[in-house]
């Protein structure tokens, strides 16, 4: 009787014995990750692999939060500190998923375990799926998702209205989802319809027609695990507010001038690259203060607003990663695809934050397939972020279905509104 319940209890996970696990630990900023990928690493013989896209330039260990030495307790971790940040070349996504993926075959073949960790979602998604990203010649930019730091710098001295223009006429559909302002983008569709023939909207239509592909790609691995990390609003920010102050302490003035002093000219001429980092671009007015004036009066100013924009900066990118959670991950488990095993993990209580990771670690090595619940309301929601619209009366346009709502509420809206309707009765 003892032999037999043993055995059904050592059945499941000799049944499904992962053969060539692959484990993605991401999510939002401030959540724990680096620290469950350790430790995940250290039981499973694992190294880590980052995706954090601020985390690949030298320097600015304690802007960025690099995981130290003493925190990675031995484990090998790549992908960090390899860029120049005086590079003028833009790296990529695309390089980023050829590097990664060539890692991940050296990896296993010496015989442990890949574990992706990191908070820049979208190319741990470029990892995570088969054919993501539209091919271009210059590969300068992603298909379905910008990302302000693999942007090459463009020379186009075009007005956003005479590019959105440009693009409407080649790509209607395309144009009709993105607001003129946002170049960078209207760029990338430009470029997709120049260097394929083929304008961006037909690709994404064949991706949402094709059977074996949804949003762009089959899962690329079949034994994956994604752990999303995450925590309640109120205290993710008093987290992520405290970690800034965390970051005084440990030196950031002291970094960021040794930093500035090396890297000013790049600095003051360029707006991609390492001048995306958060912690970095938001001290550029104190950093431009002549050194002997950094601890004066003034300095102490711009420096507190520098923390200020660095705190908001940073909870509003946690917003940022949290809807590209629902949006982009969530999403893809409708139909009957193969998705990757998917839980979210609630690191409000940070004492229960190893322990709670490394349980579903456990139960999904030893063979647990694990899915995460999804709302019809949170997939509409996610797919309505990308709808533009204009408002005729205040002359704006903006995307998304929740800041419209929130545009004709506003005060000037129903002001402007107001005066549009007596200004046509006065006619």
């Known amino acids: 009787m003892l032999i037999r319940r043993i055995l059904q209890f050592l059945t499941p996970a000799i049944r499904k014995m992962r053969k060539e696990p692959i484990i993605f630990v991401i999510g939002c900023t401030g959540t724990g990750k680096s620290d ?77 375990i890949p574990i992706i960790v990191g908070g820049t979602t979208y190319y741990a998604e470029s990892v995570l799926y088969e054919n993501n990203l539209i091919e271009t010649t210059s590969k300068s930019r992603t298909s379905s998702e910008s990302s302000s730091d693999d942007v090459a710098p463009d020379d186009v001295t075009v007005t956003n209205e005479e590019l959105w223009a440009e693009l409407r006429k080649v ?16 760029l990338r569709a430009l470029q997709i319809y120049k260097e394929t023939g083929v304008p961006k909207s037909e690709f994404v239509e064949k991706q949402k027609s094709d059977e074996s592909v949804d949003l762009g790609g089959r899962l690329r691995f079949d034994d994956s695990l994604v752990i999303y990390m995450d ?22 003035k002291r970094e960021l001038s040794e930093f500035y002093q090396e890297h000013h000219d790049f600095i003051h001429h360029n707006k991609y690259g390492v001048m995306q980092c958060i912690g970095l671009k938001e001290f550029v007015p104190w950093l431009s203060l002549d050194p002997s004036d950094r601890e004066s009066p003034l300095g102490e100013k711009l420096f507190k607003q520098g923390c200020d924009d660095v705190k908001l900066h940073t909870r509003q990118y946690a917003r940022r990663q949290r809807r590209w959670y629902r949006s982009r991950l969530l999403i893809r488990s409708e ?17 229960k934050i190893i322990s709670d990771g490394m349980e579903i670690a456990d139960r999904w090595m030893s063979g647990v397939d694990l899915f995460e619940d999804i709302s019809t309301e949170q997939v509409v929601k996610g797919v309505d972020s990308n709808v533009l619209l204009t408002c005729e009366i205040c002359g704006i346009s903006m995307t998304g279905r929740d800041n419209w709502q929130k545009h004709i509420a506003g005060k000037k809206h129903k002001h402007n509104a107001k005066q549009s309707k007596s200004e046509g009765n006065l006619e």
């Open 231 to 252: 925590a309640t609003p109120e205290v993710l920010e008093e987290r992520l507010d405290g970690r800034v102050d965390k970051m005084i302490r440990m030196g950031l």
């Open 335 to 351: 139909g009957d695809r193969k998705m990757a095993s998917t839980k979210m993990l609630d690191t409000s209580d940070k004492s």
């Open 171 to 186: 790509d209607e559909k395309s144009a009709l989802l993105l607001h003129p302002n946002n170049r960078y983008r209207v």
């Open 36 to 112: 469950l990928g350790v430790a995940i690493a250290k039981k499973y013989g694992g190294e880590v692999i980052s995706v954090d896209s601020m985390q690949f330039y030298r320097g600015l260990d304690i802007a960025t939060n690099k995981i130290t030495e003493e925190e990675s307790e031995g484990v090998p971790h790549h992908m960090m500190s390899f860029l120049n940040p005086s590079d003028s070349a833009t790296y990529n996504v695309h390089q980023f998923k050829e590097a990664t993926l060539d890692l991940i075959q050296k990896i296993r073949a010496r015989s442990r």
